[in-house]
């Protein structure tokens, strides 16, 4: 929250933006969460869909 916050100052964000990275913060965790849980997939293949996710994440982030 304290993040979003700064980043609202910093880059000039508007609510609507915020909103936006908000609910892509919201929906990254969940995926997180079930990468983590997700007993059927070995700790290599984990690890790449989580650099996978914070790859799309960031790009996400960039486009809004």
């Not at 990254?28 to 007993?39: G, L």
């Amino acid at each position: 929250e304290k993040r979003l916050d700064d980043m609202k100052t910093q880059l000039s964000l508007s609510d609507d933006q915020v909103t936006k990275l908000k609910d892509q913060q919201t929906a990254n965790r969940e995926q997180m969460k079930t990468i983590k849980h997700d007993k059927t997939l070995d700790e290599a293949t984990k690890k790449q869909k989580r650099m996978d996710l914070k790859k799309s994440s960031e790009e996400q982030s960039n486009s809004v």
